[in-house]
């Protein structure tokens, strides 16, 4: 035996290993007798299975990772649902890069009747204050009084559409409250709070047919004009929630029948004719308005329920400016009151 092979069986007997010397040793002599051109061959052999068994284990390892994680953004890609061969593919898709997140909406925080009036004008508005609501109309207070009922304090806006209503509400007297704070969801139109919604607070096409008609015939008053106003078979005429006069359906045309000849209304002398209050420009809003600075007045008793469409300067200097011509529309369209109202001096 060479010295090689007595260095080697040493070596493997001093080791921990299994395997026995004689077995290395005829190991060792087989490969020394394989021929050098088939050794390259098996080595070659060796190293492309090795090559192909990473490859499959490389690709074992992405396939089972999470679609998230493996597929480019904006991509398709299918996985198996389940190791059973006969389950459905399911397609997962990533839209990262095409789909914006949605932007979280912060909280809106509710502001005091006073807090509206900052210059900003009309706007979605989430209010707390106070309800009173009696025969003139409903309105969202700052304060209460101690009173009974209840007045209202502070600041107060007009609610537009009271009938929208959804609270709990004490009654006394004709008069009805909230107890304690209340939220109302509304929106400002810069004057008052409408419940229904921006919409809610705009005339609507036959609204403004009626008014069209309403001033042309206020301008020209006649037979003719009288024809194309949406009047019911007679008409109420009033100041402020105040009933003058009924007047048929043919005496509309007649201008004189319009004149109220009241000799003091809001500590101004007559007569009075809402005919000749109309004049562009003026604006039209739908439901309880206030009184320009003071809150709202009452309709004529009888004309609760009717649609208020109210024409109202739209601009002035003060109050003494101001005026208000009322058309009580009912349900079927027709116009059942018109009323008209002053400022005080």
Same mark, same amino acid.
């Given at each position: 035996m060479s010295d090689f092979q007595n260095d080697l069986r040493n070596y493997v007997e001093s080791s921990a290993s299994p395997v026995s010397a004689d077995e290395v040793m005829g190991s060792r002599l087989a490969t020394r007798r394989v021929d050098p051109s088939t050794r390259r061959g098996l080595v070659v052999a060796l190293a492309t299975a090795?090559? %192909?068994?990473?490859? %499959? %284990?490389?690709a074992s390892y992405f396939i @089972?990772?999470?679609p998230d994680q493996v597929v480019p953004i904006g991509t398709t890609a299918t996985t198996q649902a389940s190791n059973d061969p006969a389950s459905d593919p399911t397609v997962t898709s990533t839209t990262i890069?095409?789909?914006?997140?949605?932007?979280? %909406?912060?909280?809106? #925080?509710p502001v005091v009747v006073s807090g509206l009036f900052d210059g900003e004008g009309p706007r979605n508005a989430l209010v707390t204050g106070f309800v009173v609501w009696d025969a003139s109309g409903a309105r969202l207070c700052d304060f209460l009084n101690e009173s009974l009922p209840p007045l209202c304090e502070g600041a107060w806006l007009v609610i537009a559409d009271p009938d929208?209503?959804?609270l709990p509400l004490e009654q006394s007297q004709g008069v009805r409250w909230t107890s304690g704070l209340v939220e109302i969801q509304a929106w400002y139109d810069g004057n008052r709070l409408v419940l229904g919604g921006a919409d809610a607070a705009l005339p609507n096409a036959g609204d403004l047919a009626a008014v069209e008609a309403f001033v042309e015939f206020a301008q020209a008053p006649d037979q003719a004009s009288v024809a194309s106003v949406p009047f019911g078979d007679q008409v109420v005429l009033g100041l402020a929630s105040n009933t003058v006069t009924t007047l048929l359906l043919d005496e509309l045309a007649d201008p @004189?029948?319009?004149?109220?000849?009241? #000799?003091?209304?809001? &500590?101004?002398?007559?007569?009075?004719?809402?005919? &000749?209050l109309v004049e562009p420009p003026f604006t039209v809003t739908i439901g309880s308005h206030p009184h320009c600075a003071s809150p709202p007045v009452a309709p004529p008793a009888g004309f609760e329920t009717y649609r208020r469409v109210s024409l109202q300067p739209e601009t002035t200097t003060s109050c003494l400016e101001w005026w208000t011509v009322d058309l009580f529309v009912d349900t079927d369209g027709t116009i059942g009151a018109v009323t008209m109202d002053l400022y005080e001096p």
């Amino acid at each position: 035996m060479s010295d090689f092979q007595n260095d080697l069986r040493n070596y493997v007997e001093s080791s921990a290993s299994p395997v026995s010397a004689d077995e290395v040793m005829g190991s060792r002599l087989a490969t020394r007798r394989v021929d050098p051109s088939t050794r390259r061959g098996l080595v070659v052999a060796l190293a492309t299975a090795a090559a %192909v068994l990473a490859a %499959v %284990v490389g690709a074992s390892y992405f396939i @089972n990772q999470a679609p998230d994680q493996v597929v480019p953004i904006g991509t398709t890609a299918t996985t198996q649902a389940s190791n059973d061969p006969a389950s459905d593919p399911t397609v997962t898709s990533t839209t990262i890069a095409d789909t914006p997140a949605t932007p979280s %909406v912060p909280d809106v #925080e509710p502001v005091v009747v006073s807090g509206l009036f900052d210059g900003e004008g009309p706007r979605n508005a989430l209010v707390t204050g106070f309800v009173v609501w009696d025969a003139s109309g409903a309105r969202l207070c700052d304060f209460l009084n101690e009173s009974l009922p209840p007045l209202c304090e502070g600041a107060w806006l007009v609610i537009a559409d009271p009938d929208s209503l959804d609270l709990p509400l004490e009654q006394s007297q004709g008069v009805r409250w909230t107890s304690g704070l209340v939220e109302i969801q509304a929106w400002y139109d810069g004057n008052r709070l409408v419940l229904g919604g921006a919409d809610a607070a705009l005339p609507n096409a036959g609204d403004l047919a009626a008014v069209e008609a309403f001033v042309e015939f206020a301008q020209a008053p006649d037979q003719a004009s009288v024809a194309s106003v949406p009047f019911g078979d007679q008409v109420v005429l009033g100041l402020a929630s105040n009933t003058v006069t009924t007047l048929l359906l043919d005496e509309l045309a007649d201008p @004189n029948k319009w004149s109220l000849d009241m #000799e003091i209304f809001r &500590a101004r002398t007559g007569p009075f004719s809402a005919l &000749a209050l109309v004049e562009p420009p003026f604006t039209v809003t739908i439901g309880s308005h206030p009184h320009c600075a003071s809150p709202p007045v009452a309709p004529p008793a009888g004309f609760e329920t009717y649609r208020r469409v109210s024409l109202q300067p739209e601009t002035t200097t003060s109050c003494l400016e101001w005026w208000t011509v009322d058309l009580f529309v009912d349900t079927d369209g027709t116009i059942g009151a018109v009323t008209m109202d002053l400022y005080e001096p």
